[in-house]
């Protein structure tokens, strides 16, 4: 196994997805609450009942005996008020069509066992074992059974319930037999296979020792105590007969006591800071419930559980699985069981973490890194060559694009053979408007006229796709290119750079131009008069209070009122970029950027430019800090599409080289020369098709005359394949030169000629 699965497994270990929440840790009987609850939140009395009733054994007695040690417990003590369990359980069984206990026609076990005692906890135990089919053999000193029951609750109660809970059930109840001696009890001369002693408070110990580390267990093999007479009074005595049933039937099968004692209570931690205020519902007529009000009240319940995941992982949340889940799939995803070990139960899961910089780990009280694990199986899966292209050859296309020599260069300022600073703007923020980075350098050349430049990628859609010898190329390129540049220090203006710098190139030391710019007392050309926005904190930037507090302080500067957001600093969510989940899972990553759009109402202001983007697509009224800064799109703009994008890269290359290097640089990037309709032109772009690629398509088919006339339409069409995916086109010759494309699409099929 790879280690750092092993790894994982072990810490999966501490996931606290299983601790029982606080009322059912406090609960003698452990009674599934979260489930009883769920029941009677959609008005299931009858299942409700039926959860209720199997773990309680005697509901009747318990309903009216339990001393609610569920309440002292619930987080909503602390908040509006605890959910009245007790009242919810009797409601239950008010409102439950049928109460009668279910009737099993089981074979008889042929084991015998032994109860001494007829109280609560003697005959729970009974009536546990001889609903299994057990021969249960009960013996009571007195003339009469219930035990102390008779001095805390009418008979008529308790004697009711005995009744009706073994009306389908055969054992034997000797009265006035009193055992003084635990070899005289047999049934047909022959030896009981278990004893259960429940003499009650002061009872008979039959010079008997506990063994204090296994529950109910003595010192003698196969004889068992509980209940008053190991000082467990009402409720907790009959708990003790239920559980120890249990114990007995495990001896009986194994032949040991070994059953270790279970952990008391739960590691949860009450958060009632968390909880929305809900008013208790109290019955109308001051005793019970009706239905619409035991359903209001047990709407009440949050179900306590472990959720930080859930509540803050977007992928976990949407996809309905945990952790441990999780950890399943991705094992028999990198070992299948399948005969040629090609099975890829989840490879689009592993792909649909968006690596928000470790907010799981960051929440999750034990520490448990989801993110992390879910790259390392992306690189163990691109180890193995079984990861899909089709999630990440888009992106290592489009880094390869803004690393080469069509939009990426790295250059000392005229007139210096070192420089103090580095302007490092990432591959994204040119491409969504080259004048971010145009205005952003010419700012820093004022501040520090040695400042250097360098344009192109992090490497983070390397490492994103799991291909860490491509990440190692791209990263000693950047350290190469810093190195010849006077190892200066970079200035960052996207938050995943920092975090792809400060974990793979330590050495070089980094800050953020906003820090820079609120440092030096910028006063931002858009100056508003108190209009109210919301900055949006990039997921990268979680680690980074220093730029959430610069670039609020910019934001104030131009006039700004700020509106807080649920989510911001040290809990920023990602606004659905990262990873490859627009590819691998586009459902998801659209579901993702409208929960972040609708956490407020106000236009955001953000300092990531995939941000940026990301929600002005969806609608939103979002401006980059450069707007701001610099009095740019003053009308938030749309979002360019992926062909504008790189045009926009080879734009600003050719720009930054004639306007500070004087260079004058011939359009690396020719024009399509192919016309389309605006909705053609957004498909395209809504597909990740780039305009240049079907470009080369009907370069291709004019070039080899490998084309098909549709005469119904008269369009040509052909197509060729570039990297992987088939590109396909529909177009027309238009008068003159160029083209008109009707249509074009893509697959991920090879066509072989023949």
Same mark, same amino acid.
């Given at each position: 196994?790879?280690?750092?699965?092993?790894?994982?497994?072990? !810490?999966?270990?501490?996931?606290?997805?299983?601790?029982?929440?606080?009322?059912?840790?406090?609960?003698?009987?452990?009674?599934?609450?979260?489930?009883?609850?769920?029941?009677?939140?959609?008005?299931?009395?009858?299942?409700?009942?039926?959860?209720?009733?199997?773990?309680? %054994?005697?509901?009747?007695?318990?309903?009216?005996?339990?001393?609610?040690?569920?309440?002292?417990?619930?987080?909503?003590?602390?908040?509006?008020?605890?959910?009245?369990?007790?009242?919810?359980?009797?409601?239950?069984?008010?409102?439950?069509?049928?109460?009668?206990?279910?009737?099993?026609?089981?074979?008889?076990?042929?084991?015998?066992?032994?109860?001494?005692?007829?109280?609560?906890?003697?005959?729970?135990?009974?009536?546990?074992?001889?609903?299994?089919?057990?021969?249960?053999?009960?013996?009571?000193?007195?003339?009469?059974?219930?035990?102390? =029951?008779?001095?805390?609750?009418?008979?008529?109660?308790? =004697?009711?319930?005995?009744?009706?809970?073994?009306?389908?059930?055969?054992?034997?109840?000797?009265?006035?037999?009193?055992?003084?001696?635990?070899?005289?009890?047999?049934?047909?001369?022959?030896?009981?296979?278990?004893?259960?002693?429940?003499?009650?408070?002061?009872?008979?110990?039959?010079?008997?020792?506990?063994?204090?580390?296994?529950?109910?267990?003595?010192?003698?093999?196969?004889?068992?105590?509980?209940?008053?007479?190991?000082?467990?009074?009402?409720?907790?005595?009959?708990?003790?007969?239920?559980?120890?049933?249990?114990?007995?039937?495990?001896?009986?099968?194994?032949?040991?006591?070994?059953?270790?004692?279970?952990?008391?209570?739960?590691?949860?931690?009450?958060?009632?800071?968390?909880?929305?205020?809900?008013?208790?519902?109290?019955?109308?007529?001051?005793?019970? *419930?009706?239905?619409?009000?035991?359903?209001?009240?047990?709407?009440?319940?949050?179900?306590?559980?472990?959720? @930080?995941?859930?509540?803050?992982?977007?992928?976990?949340?949407?996809?309905?699985?945990?952790?441990?889940?999780?950890?399943?799939?991705?094992?028999?995803?990198?070992?299948?069981?399948?005969?040629?070990?090609?099975?890829?139960?989840?490879?689009? =899961?592993?792909?649909?973490?968006?690596?928000?910089?470790?907010?799981?780990?960051?929440?999750?009280?034990?520490?448990?890194?989801?993110?992390?694990?879910?790259?390392?199986?992306?690189?163990?899966?691109?180890?193995?060559?079984?990861?899909?292209?089709?999630?990440?050859?888009?992106?290592?296309?489009?880094?390869?694009?803004?690393?080469?020599?069509?939009?990426?260069?790295?250059?000392?300022?005229?007139?210096?053979?070192?420089?103090?600073?580095?302007?490092?703007?990432?591959?994204?923020?040119?491409?969504?408007?080259?004048?971010?980075?145009?205005?952003?350098?010419?700012?820093?050349?004022?501040?520090?006229?040695?400042?250097?430049?360098?344009?192109?990628?992090? +490497?983070?859609?390397?490492?994103?796709? %799991?291909?860490?010898?491509?990440? %190692?190329?791209?990263?000693?390129?950047?350290?190469?290119?810093?190195?010849?540049?006077?190892?200066?220090?970079?200035?960052?203006?996207?938050?995943?750079?920092?975090?792809?710098?400060?974990?793979?190139?330590?050495?070089?030391?980094?800050?953020?131009?906003?820090?820079?710019? @609120?440092?030096?007392?910028?006063?931002?050309?858009?100056?508003?008069?108190?209009?109210?926005?919301?900055?949006?904190?990039?997921?990268?930037?979680?680690?980074?209070?220093?730029?959430?507090?610069?670039?609020?302080?910019?934001?104030?500067?131009?006039?700004?009122?700020?509106?807080? =957001?649920?989510?911001?600093?040290?809990?920023?969510?990602?606004?659905?970029? +990262?990873?490859?989940?627009?590819?691998?899972?586009?459902?998801?990553?659209?579901?993702?950027?409208?929960?972040?759009?609708?956490?407020?109402?106000?236009?955001?202001?953000?300092?990531?430019?995939?941000?940026?983007?990301?929600?002005?697509?969806?609608? !939103?009224?979002? *401006?980059?800090?450069?707007?701001?800064?610099?009095?740019?799109?003053?009308?938030?703009?749309?979002?360019?599409?992926?062909?504008?994008?790189?045009?926009?890269?080879?734009?600003?290359?050719?720009?930054?080289?004639?306007?500070?290097?004087?260079?004058?640089?011939?359009?690396?990037?020719?024009?399509?020369?192919?016309?389309?309709?605006?909705?053609?032109?957004?498909?395209?772009?809504?597909?990740?098709?780039?305009?240049?690629?079907?470009?080369?398509?009907?370069?291709?088919?004019?070039?080899?005359?490998?084309?098909?006339?549709?005469?119904?339409?008269?369009?040509?069409? %052909?197509?060729?394949?570039?990297?992987?995916?088939? *590109?396909?086109?529909? *177009?027309?010759?238009?008068?003159?030169?160029?083209?008109?494309?009707?249509?074009?699409?893509?697959?991920?099929?090879?066509?072989?000629?023949?």
């Amino acid at each position: 196994m790879n280690e750092f699965l092993e790894e994982f497994r072990d !810490k999966l270990k501490t996931c606290l997805q299983d601790e029982p929440p606080f009322c059912q840790a406090a609960c003698p009987f452990n009674l599934d609450i979260r489930d009883f609850i769920t029941k009677m939140q959609r008005g299931g009395f009858n299942a409700a009942f039926r959860a209720y009733h199997n773990a309680v %054994g005697f509901p009747g007695i318990v309903s009216e005996l339990c001393h609610e040690p569920c309440k002292a417990s619930c987080p909503r003590n602390q908040k509006d008020g605890a959910v009245s369990i007790q009242l919810l359980e009797k409601a239950s069984m008010a409102y439950a069509s049928r109460t009668t206990p279910n009737v099993y026609n089981l074979p008889s076990k042929g084991k015998r066992i032994a109860v001494i005692g007829a109280g609560p906890s003697g005959l729970a135990c009974a009536l546990r074992l001889a609903s299994k089919k057990y021969d249960v053999t009960v013996y009571e000193k007195s003339d009469r059974i219930g035990g102390h =029951l008779w001095e805390v609750m009418p008979p008529e109660v308790f =004697l009711a319930d005995f009744q009706k809970q073994f009306a389908h059930e055969r054992y034997t109840l000797n009265l006035g037999c009193e055992v003084k001696n635990l070899r005289d009890i047999s049934v047909n001369d022959l030896p009981f296979d278990a004893i259960y002693v429940a003499t009650g408070e002061n009872g008979t110990l039959f010079d008997l020792r506990r063994d204090q580390e296994r529950p109910f267990a003595t010192t003698t093999p196969g004889v068992f105590m509980g209940g008053s007479l190991s000082g467990r009074k009402g409720v907790e005595a009959i708990a003790d007969g239920l559980s120890v049933a249990s114990s007995i039937e495990r001896y009986i099968k194994t032949g040991t006591m070994n059953e270790p004692v279970p952990e008391a209570g739960t590691k949860l931690v009450p958060q009632p800071e968390l909880l929305t205020y809900a008013e208790p519902v109290l019955p109308a007529d001051g005793r019970a *419930y009706t239905r619409q009000e035991a359903m209001e009240e047990a709407a009440r319940c949050v179900k306590c559980a472990c959720d @930080a995941c859930v509540r803050y992982c977007d992928m976990v949340d949407y996809f309905g699985k945990m952790p441990k889940r999780i950890e399943e799939e991705v094992y028999v995803t990198i070992y299948p069981v399948t005969q040629d070990h090609s099975g890829t139960v989840c490879t689009r =899961l592993i792909s649909s973490c968006n690596q928000c910089a470790n907010l799981c780990k960051n929440v999750c009280p034990q520490g448990i890194d989801l993110g992390d694990f879910l790259l390392k199986s992306l690189q163990a899966m691109h180890r193995k060559g079984a990861m899909p292209w089709a999630f990440h050859e888009f992106w290592l296309r489009d880094m390869a694009f803004a690393n080469g020599e069509q939009a990426g260069f790295s250059r000392l300022p005229r007139g210096h053979d070192k420089s103090s600073l580095m302007f490092f703007p990432g591959c994204q923020l040119g491409a969504s408007d080259p004048a971010y980075v145009a205005e952003s350098y010419r700012w820093l050349l004022a501040q520090a006229p040695d400042t250097s430049l360098m344009l192109g990628c992090c +490497g983070a859609p390397a490492e994103w796709a %799991g291909d860490v010898n491509l990440h %190692g190329e791209v990263t000693s390129k950047i350290r190469d290119n810093w190195l010849s540049l006077g190892k200066p220090k970079a200035v960052l203006a996207c938050p995943t750079c920092k975090t792809m710098i400060d974990r793979y190139l330590p050495e070089i030391q980094s800050v953020f131009l906003y820090d820079l710019m @609120a440092e030096a007392g910028i006063q931002p050309q858009l100056q508003a008069g108190g209009d109210r926005v919301s900055v949006f904190d990039p997921c990268a930037s979680r680690g980074e209070p220093r730029v959430q507090q610069s670039v609020r302080l910019l934001v104030e500067r131009a006039g700004l009122d700020l509106e807080s =957001l649920p989510d911001e600093g040290s809990l920023a969510r990602c606004c659905s970029y +990262g990873g490859q989940i627009s590819i691998a899972a586009p459902g998801f990553a659209a579901a993702v950027a409208q929960k972040r759009i609708s956490a407020g109402d106000k236009p955001y202001i953000t300092y990531c430019a995939n941000c940026r983007d990301t929600f002005a697509a969806q609608g !939103k009224h979002v *401006y980059h800090i450069l707007d701001v800064v610099f009095g740019l799109n003053r009308d938030s703009r749309p979002t360019p599409n992926i062909s504008e994008r790189r045009r926009n890269r080879t734009d600003l290359k050719r720009q930054m080289l004639k306007e500070f290097w004087g260079e004058n640089v011939a359009e690396l990037q020719g024009k399509s020369g192919l016309m389309m309709e605006p909705d053609l032109r957004a498909k395209l772009g809504s597909q990740l098709i780039l305009e240049t690629d079907i470009q080369k398509v009907v370069e291709h088919c004019e070039s080899t005359g490998q084309k098909v006339l549709d005469p119904d339409t008269g369009c040509f069409v %052909g197509h060729l394949q570039i990297g992987n995916m088939t *590109y396909w086109a529909v *177009y027309l010759p238009r008068d003159g030169d160029g083209y008109e494309l009707k249509n074009a699409y893509a697959h991920r099929m090879s066509i072989e000629e023949v």
